[in-house]
Structures are given as C-alpha cells and as structure tokens.
C-alpha cells in the first residue's frame, strides 16, 4: 500500500513514548530499516501499544473504508493516537480540514487508520441483521410471466421464454421475440437493496442499481432503440450507428450510438444526472425534444424540471462508484450520502436534526460493508451519532 505524508520531517519516535504513523504503516508492510525495526519494537514493548497496534492492522486490513486525498489530516495521526489513548475514541475536528463546515471520513491509501471504539446505538430488542444489497430482481415479461430472481432461484441458469437467467451472476440477458407484438414490453425491477445485470437482445448490457426500473421492447424495431428508465443505470451500448439508442425518463430523455455513461434520476430527488465515460451523448429536457445538449467524456449533465441543463466536468470514479461496489463521495451533504445508503441496505434513516443534513463528508466505502461498519466512521468523522431500532435509523448529535 502507498501512504503520502504531507509532513515527513517527523521524528519516528518521540519523547513521550508516541510514534509516528510512517513508522507504523512501514511496519504493516514489512519494510522497516534496522533502525526503524529498533524503535518499533522498543515502542511495542508496551502491552497498551501492542494491543493498540494489532487492532489497527486488523482494521487497516479489512474492507470497511478507503480514501486516497487526505495528506495534511494523516501527518496529525500522531496526536491523533495521544488523544485516543486519553479519550478511548478519535474525534476528528472539522477546522482541522479547512472547510467551515466540513467533516472528512480519514481513510489511508489501500486502507483505513480510523479506528473509533464506539459503535452506533442499537436497541436490545432482536432484530434482523440489516445486511448490504445484492443481486436480486423482478422480471416481468410483455406475456405476463413475473419471476423472482434472486439467491433462493432453484438454477443456477433458468431459461423462461426469451429470458435466459444466470443466478449466480447475477444476469439475465435476453433474446428477440419474433412472436411478440411491436409494443410489447419487458420490465426489470431492482427493489431496495439490490442490483442486478441486464443484456438487451441487441447485446447492450445495462447494470441496475437498488430502487430502479427499466422497461424495454421485446424486439428493437424502427429506427431508434429505446428504453425507459426509473432509478439508476451503467449503460455500455451495443454501436449501431443506424439506430440510436435513446434513454427515457420522467424530465427528458438521452440519445447515444455507442458509448458508456451512467444515468440518475430517483423520483424522490429533485434532477436527472448523466455522466459520460466513452463515446458521446446527448441530452434534452423532456418538453424540448429536439436539442440535445452533447456533452464528452469526463463530464455530467444534469437537469432540474423548470431549470437550465448544466454541464461540468465531474470525477467518474465518483460517479460510476456503485457500479464498483463502492460507495465514493467528496464534500458531499450527508443527506444525499444517506438516500444511497437507504436505497441500498434497505433502511429509513431520518434526521433528529435538520442541520445535520448540510454535514459535508469525503469518501470511499465498502457497499457490501456492514452498516454498523460504515455508520460509525460518519460518527467519527463528526459530531453526529446514529440510534438503530429494527430498519429505521435516526442521525442526530452526540
């Protein structure tokens, strides 16, 4: 793993018996010099050091949290580690970050360093475990066939008409129906908490995330492919110059010929966001059908009903996160970070406290974390904590 330093003056060991991160992190990957190894081993004398050191690596090498841009917060790391031993948890001022009112999950290159002790507030009444999303869907077919897909499927490839189902990949592609009608249509539900894997029979595939819906013809026919689209989606579409592919939703609509790009739009959130990887798009609103806006790889339009389309360039890490079994988000509102994470453990969260929405976090996560995992290092990063009562979690102050 790599680690940048902001400040690699530091001295490895001080006089109050602290070390230095450097050091520590040089430890995890085997790499100490005989000097090093020397002050290493004279700081792990200590039980309380050894004891601390162990959890860390045990942390570092799991796969709650990663973060690749925070240099000037790891050369604190050293009072950092004083103040945990005094306080038996970390807490992370925001000042420290330059941003006013902004809170950072500190996350290291290849792994995490945060290692708060306290864990969110959960009730003592027996619940079910809250587990992350996974492949799971509803299909309906244009003849009226529903079927579940999901771990319980009895196959692990399952052919239903024009359908042929791979469970374990959690995929479903399709084939023409030359017996269908020219309207007929296919439907593909993703329920919260899942996600799943569509090819088209023009062989574009399509990945769905939690809370989504597409809806698709039997059979591409005319001069456009179309298909309409509720929630989230990564289109990687098949090139067929003579027929663009058009995707639909509720605020307008986007028009490709071969490309990857990635298209937002919930009901429950106020714009549609397109995010082009390869190729070219264009965009129009859904009353003005005739200008698209095109836009090139790198950057995102969005649209907001009675609004202007706004075009900017964006990280597409960021944005294509999902798709990556990451969550990814830099100086985002909480409250747009929670709607994800609603979305895709299946959960209620609300807020004890309107201003805790506007809390801005940059991160990396692990989508198939455990959420007490992932909750926690939000109540490490702020001064915020979470109460679980069955599926419902509240956000408020500490």
Same mark, same amino acid.
Request: aromatic share 10%.
């Given at each position: =793993?790599?680690?940048?330093?902001?400040?690699?003056?530091?001295?490895?060991?001080?006089?109050? #018996?602290?070390?230095?991160?450097?050091?520590? $992190?040089?430890?995890?990957?085997?790499?100490?010099? #005989? +000097? +090093?190894?020397?002050?290493?081993?004279?700081? =792990?004398?200590?039980?309380?050091?050894?004891?601390?050191?162990?959890?860390?690596?045990?942390?570092?090498?799991?796969?709650?949290?990663?973060?690749?841009?925070?240099?000037?917060?790891?050369?604190?790391?050293? $009072?950092?580690?004083?103040?945990?031993?005094?306080?038996?948890?970390?807490?992370?001022?925001?000042?420290? *970050?330059?941003?006013? &009112?902004?809170?950072? *999950?500190?996350?290291?290159?290849?792994?995490?360093?945060?290692?708060?002790?306290?864990?969110?507030?959960?009730?003592?009444?027996?619940? &079910?475990?809250?587990?992350?999303?996974?492949?799971?869907?509803? *299909?309906?077919?244009?003849?009226?066939?529903?079927?579940?897909?999901?771990?319980?499927?009895?196959?692990?490839?399952?052919?239903?008409?024009?359908?042929?189902?791979?469970?374990?990949?959690?995929?479903?592609?399709?084939?023409?129906?030359?017996?269908?009608?020219?309207?007929?249509?296919?439907?593909?539900?993703?329920? !919260?908490?899942?996600?799943?894997?569509? $090819?088209?029979?023009?062989?574009?595939?399509?990945?769905?995330?939690?809370?989504?819906?597409?809806?698709?013809?039997?059979?591409?026919?005319?001069?456009?492919?179309?298909?309409?689209?509720?929630?989230?989606?990564?289109?990687?579409?098949?090139?067929?110059?003579?027929?663009?592919?058009?995707? +639909?939703?509720?605020?307008?609509? @986007?028009?490709?010929?071969?490309?990857?790009?990635?298209?937002?739009?919930?009901?429950?959130?106020?714009?549609?966001?397109?995010?082009?990887?390869?190729?070219?798009?264009?965009?129009?609103? !859904?009353?003005?059908?005739?200008?698209?806006?095109?836009?090139?790889?790198?950057?995102?339009?969005?649209? +907001?009903?009675?609004?202007?389309? @706004?075009?900017?360039?964006?990280?597409?890490?960021?944005?294509?996160?999902?798709? #990556?079994?990451?969550?990814?988000?830099?100086?985002?509102?909480?409250?747009?970070?929670?709607?994800?994470?609603?979305?895709?453990?299946?959960?209620?969260?609300?807020?004890?406290?309107?201003?805790?929405?506007?809390?801005?976090?940059?991160?990396?996560?692990?989508?198939? &974390?455990?959420?007490?995992?992932?909750?926690?290092?939000?109540?490490?990063?702020?001064?915020?904590?979470?109460?679980?009562?069955?599926?419902?979690?509240? $956000?408020?102050?500490?």
């Amino acid at each position: =793993m790599d680690i940048i330093f902001e400040n690699e003056n530091i001295k490895c060991m001080k006089q109050d #018996g602290h070390i230095d991160w450097n050091l520590l $992190v040089r430890g995890m990957d085997g790499v100490l010099s #005989g +000097e +090093e190894k020397e002050l290493f081993e004279e700081w =792990m004398a200590d039980p309380e050091h050894r004891k601390y050191y162990e959890r860390m690596v045990a942390e570092w090498n799991g796969d709650a949290v990663h973060e690749t841009n925070m240099p000037r917060v790891l050369s604190k790391l050293d $009072v950092m580690l004083r103040e945990r031993r005094r306080q038996r948890r970390l807490v992370l001022r925001r000042r420290w *970050l330059g941003w006013s &009112a902004a809170a950072v *999950l500190l996350i290291g290159i290849g792994g995490m360093f945060m290692i708060p002790d306290r864990q969110p507030e959960v009730t003592d009444t027996p619940v &079910a475990e809250i587990i992350p999303g996974e492949s799971k869907a509803i *299909l309906m077919l244009a003849d009226g066939t529903s079927v579940h897909l999901d771990k319980t499927t009895d196959t692990s490839r399952l052919a239903i008409g024009v359908a042929e189902i791979a469970r374990n990949e959690g995929k479903v592609t399709f084939a023409d129906d030359e017996g269908a009608g020219e309207e007929a249509y296919n439907t593909v539900i993703i329920p !919260k908490g899942g996600e799943y894997h569509v $090819v088209l029979s023009d062989k574009s595939e399509i990945w769905l995330n939690a809370d989504s819906k597409l809806q698709f013809p039997v059979n591409f026919r005319g001069g456009e492919r179309r298909v309409i689209l509720s929630g989230e989606a990564y289109f990687k579409v098949a090139h067929d110059a003579k027929h663009p592919f058009v995707v +639909e939703t509720d605020l307008g609509n @986007v028009r490709v010929y071969g490309t990857e790009f990635n298209v937002k739009r919930y009901a429950d959130e106020k714009e549609i966001k397109t995010t082009l990887v390869d190729g070219s798009v264009g965009f129009c609103k !859904k009353d003005d059908r005739e200008n698209y806006i095109k836009i090139k790889p790198g950057y995102q339009v969005s649209y +907001e009903n009675g609004g202007d389309a @706004v075009v900017r360039k964006v990280k597409i890490d960021n944005e294509i996160a999902w798709k #990556g079994k990451q969550f990814r988000f830099e100086r985002c509102p909480l409250d747009e970070i929670m709607n994800d994470v609603m979305r895709w453990y299946d959960v209620d969260i609300t807020f004890g406290d309107e201003a805790l929405k506007k809390l801005y976090f940059t991160g990396t996560l692990n989508r198939y &974390a455990k959420i007490e995992s992932l909750l926690r290092f939000f109540e490490a990063g702020c001064d915020i904590r979470f109460e679980i009562k069955g599926r419902s979690i509240i $956000v408020m102050r500490k």
